[in-house]
């Protein structure tokens, strides 16, 4: 019967304790002890075999990258699907435009500007669908930027690349500084 | 385990709130830090060849899905463990149990008795470590789950045990007590490779 953790060696050293030594030499007390001896002997094996595994490369890792692809290909495909809003009504009926095209420009608008992380990005559809629709970001400013500054500057250059890539009237365009970096 | 190198707090918690705005990009980047030791983490919990790639889209997918109850960037790593053991153990619930699944015909018994066999031995070639390995991968597929999930995480992910604790759901004795047992139940049968 193998002593478990719970139950310490007759020197009162725990199979915990013995374990996580196992990477360093014996101290003084497992040179002078016979069972603690023993117990490296019975735990090496596993030790050796155990840290094989957590250093090695599995075969499956091989298909990381197509799993991955494979996902966010669908994680894509359904977002494209998701919310839409009214880019302008003609005579033929609304014209609509998908969240994400309008998320991704603000996403390449603040990813732009220097100095500046994006955090959260958020559309806001007017009351009746029929308005303009507002927009709300957050964003990381380096340390030392003025924070109103980068405000306006965030501002303006999403307004621009909604105006050149969209052509989509937007209401207001909230932006909060929450965080700083260095 | 090696991989991508990873973002500090600061841009994983920026990271996280991209990804919680519905940026898929964001969303595959943190993936990227953590599909190594998620798909190590299947496939230790999973028998049959295969099942670690669908469980793993499927623990994708359900991150993406419920990104949203993230509320702390800095529990990324046991939130994604958490889905996985779960999905993990769905699967492992819904499969009808088939007789040494992936072994081929060997049997249990023949597995302990080629393993006692090799007592004599003293493997010190690349392979005989890798058959060592092996060997260990398949005793720790033989473990019961709870303690398989415990030992897994705590000796291959290196993860704390309050990490584990997390992740399992259960008080950190608890956790001690699963991998205790494993380690007992491993190292006796890891003996012949003494």
Not at chain 1, 13 to 30: C, Q
Not at chain 1, 89 to 95: F, K, M
């Amino acid at each position: 019967m193998t002593p478990s953790t719970d139950a310490p060696h007759s020197c009162t050293r725990s199979e915990d304790e013995l374990w996580a030594s196992l990477g360093s030499p014996p101290d003084a007390h497992e040179l002078q002890c016979l069972t603690c001896q023993e117990q490296r002997r019975r735990l090496a094996p596993l030790a050796q075999a155990a840290q094989e595994w957590k250093t090695g490369t599995d075969p499956e890792e091989s298909l990381l990258e197509g799993i991955l692809g494979r996902v966010m290909h669908g994680i894509r495909t359904e977002i494209r699907r998701g919310t839409l809003f009214t880019l302008t009504v003609t005579p033929l009926g609304p014209l609509r435009i998908s969240s994400y095209l309008l998320l991704e420009a603000i996403r390449d608008a603040v990813d732009s500007i220097e100095h500046v992380e994006l955090r959260t990005h958020k559309i806001i559809p007017h009351a009746d669908d029929a308005g303009p629709i507002s927009l709300a970001v957050s964003l990381a400013m380096q340390a030392g930027q003025d924070g109103t500054e980068v405000a306006e500057e965030t501002r303006r250059t999403i307004a621009a690349r909604f105006a050149e890539r969209i052509g989509m009237p937007i209401g207001t365009i909230n932006v909060t500084v929450e965080d700083v970096f260095q | 385990m090696s991989g991508p190198e990873k973002p500090d707090q600061q841009q994983l918690g920026n990271l996280v709130a991209r990804a919680q705005s519905g940026d898929p990009r964001a969303f595959e980047k943190i993936l990227t830090y953590h599909q190594r030791g998620l798909l190590r983490f299947c496939t230790s919990m999973l028998v049959v060849p295969g099942d670690a790639e669908d469980v793993l889209q499927e623990v994708y997918l359900t991150a993406w899905r419920q990104l949203s109850t993230l509320h702390a960037p800095e529990a990324l790593g046991t939130w994604l463990y958490r889905i996985a053991r779960h999905r993990c153990i769905d699967h492992l619930r819904k499969r009808t149990p088939q007789p040494r699944d992936l072994q081929g015909p060997e049997s249990l018994a023949g597995d302990i008795a080629a393993s006692d066999d090799r007592s004599g031995e003293n493997p010190e070639s690349n392979a005989e470590t890798n058959a060592a390995m092996t060997d260990l991968r398949r005793f720790v597929h033989e473990l019961p789950a709870n303690q398989r999930e415990c030992w897994v995480l705590k000796e291959i992910h290196d993860l704390s045990y309050a990490d584990i604790s997390a992740i399992v759901s259960e008080p950190i004795a608890t956790v001690r007590g699963r991998i205790s047992r494993a380690r007992t139940t491993l190292a006796e049968r890891m003996r012949p490779w003494k």
